[in-house]
């Protein structure tokens, strides 16, 4: 149905209970004469009358009584879900869907949303733990967490987040029978724990850089 069709029923219906176009123009914000034009087409398109008036008074004929009855209930149904739509607008809430990896959630998510979920009660979030790079379109997701390096060039990204460092360490106990690596190249011959990224299905690379200065 056409919006103008809408607006032709909103008039009769106010017209009808108003009992009165000088009322039902009144609350409407158009003209008397507007108003009344408007039902005349409404009639003119449905071919029948709905209203009766007199010089006194407007009231609803035996069809006018029907249509009255069974659309203005709807009508109103459909105003207060364009209410609702507009408080969705004035205020956020829904369900939001993260993947990220432990760390992102931990020092970058997790610190955030416990200042923002409070003042926002009706926002949920989601937050899916996975070291594997998940296609986020396809399961889903709103948005994802990854380090800059992971993001495909066609994803639309921003930064969240400083960036950080990651160390190789090793416990006293373990140096204490093993000696301790000068260069990277030693770390071969050390028994080292690592990550298997289930989405190249490799181990993650490390990476080193070296302090400007260093020998």
Known sequence: MQ????????AFVMVARERSFTKAAAKLGVSQSALSYTIKELEARLKLRL???????????????????????????????????????????????????????NTVLWPRLRKLLPEYPEIRVEINIDYGLADIVAARFDAGVRLGEQVARDMVAARIGPDFSMAVVGTPSYFSKRPRPKKPQDLIGHDCINLRLPTYGGLYAWEFEKKIGAN
């Open 51 to 105: 209203l009766t008036r007199t010089t006194r008074s407007v009231s609803p004929t035996v069809a006018g009584e029907r249509l009255l009855r069974n659309v203005g209930p709807r009508l109103e149904e459909i105003q207060i879900e364009l209410a609702a739509l507009n408080e969705l607008r004035e205020k956020p809430s829904g369900t939001i869907r993260i993947t990220a990896a432990e760390h992102a959630a």
């Open 3 to 10: 919006r103008s069709n809408l607006d032709d029923l909103s």
